[in-house]
């Protein structure tokens, strides 16, 4: 006799689902939090991101004279 397993999937996967939303935790930032978050950010990824815009405006630049060059 075969049996219909899909019930028992369902329940589980059911489960599993309800007990992932209940420990979900709760986060509250105020805009001081976020503030703080906003200037570290920029000051770990700032002087990265400049330094990657000159790199590819200096390789820009050089393009545009190789093509002005070739005309």
Excluded: H
Aim: glycine residues 2%; positive net charge; contains cysteine.
């Amino acid at each position: 006799m075969k049996r219909n397993r899909y019930p028992q999937f369902l329940a589980t996967i059911t489960i599993f689902l309800l007990s992932m939303l209940s420990c979900r935790p709760v986060f509250a930032i105020g805009w001081e939090e976020l503030i703080i978050l906003l200037v570290i950010t920029v000051f770990l990824l700032g002087p990265v991101l400049l330094k990657v815009y000159r790199t590819f405006d200096r390789i820009r630049k050089a393009d545009n004279s190789e093509e002005k060059k070739k005309k």
